[in-house]
């Protein structure tokens, strides 16, 4: 087979997509089609990234006459390289605002009904659809990290000093973040309804504890998600789920 045969076939039992691909490597989807179609080489360092992926020599790949492989020394797991680990936790960035903004505004949605005065009840149809197809896009979208989240994985050690000083750096703020998701829906569930006067006032109250029990969740969904994606990528190597 030639390089570009390879690439495709180990591509494809991989479960990967050009485009996802392409995003563990850095380069356009382009690029990937092109080595493919056999139209052109990736460079060097890109090769051993490949053969580190997809778990193979680089012998294997650049020589045409071998149609066997073999796992290169020492590879032990999933290599991340710093690109692939920067893919993961933005694919999780963007999977979170989705889940995390689909459950909040499914919650903020469910008082605005009662505001038949102002067209709530469309006001809450809108912001139902709104998260469900946000819910959808989120499960939808593919997973292109399915086998990172599977088998164990290894590291250049500075990429993994450069993601415990990123988690270092952001740890608090999650935690805190976190914490005030849960004061929100707290606050929105347990103490305003304590404010509520037996008049039209109470109409916007309730509307005020869904947004911040909505806004809550929001804030505990993607706070917590991207607090276990760095775990998952710095966690010690036999602590990964196999």
Request: a neutral charge; hydrophobic letters at 40%; glycine letters at 10%.
């Amino acid at each position: 087979m030639s390089f570009g045969e390879k690439i495709q076939t180990l591509r494809k039992k991989a479960g990967l997509s050009q485009e996802e691909l392409a995003d563990q490597l850095g380069v356009s989807r382009q690029a990937v089609s092109k080595w493919e179609r056999d139209s052109g080489y990736p460079e060097t360092e890109k090769i051993l990234r490949m053969a580190r992926l997809f778990q193979v020599t680089v012998d294997y790949l650049l020589n045409e006459e071998s149609d066997t492989w073999e796992r290169p020394p020492g590879d032990t797991g999933y290599y991340v390289s710093r690109e692939t680990a920067a893919g993961f936790l933005a694919y999780q960035r963007r999977r979170l605002h989705k889940l995390g903004g689909g459950v909040g505004l499914l919650i903020g949605s469910l008082s605005l009904s009662s505001w038949w005065l102002w067209g709530g009840d469309l006001l809450s149809t809108l912001l139902t659809i709104a998260g469900i197809v946000l819910l959808f896009s989120s499960k939808l979208s593919g997973d292109p990290y399915s086998r990172l989240r599977r088998e164990p994985l290894t590291f250049d050690p500075a990429v993994k000093a450069e993601l415990n000083g990123d988690y270092a750096e952001r740890k608090n703020t999650l935690h805190g973040c976190t914490l005030a998701g849960i004061a929100l829906i707290a606050f929105g569930l347990l103490f305003c309804p304590l404010l509520a006067p037996p008049t039209r006032l109470e109409v916007l109250l309730d509307a005020l504890d869904m947004a911040l029990v909505g806004a809550g969740a929001y804030l505990c969904i993607y706070m917590t998600g991207l607090r276990r994606a760095y775990r998952l990528l710095l966690q010690p190597e036999e602590e990964h789920p196999h």
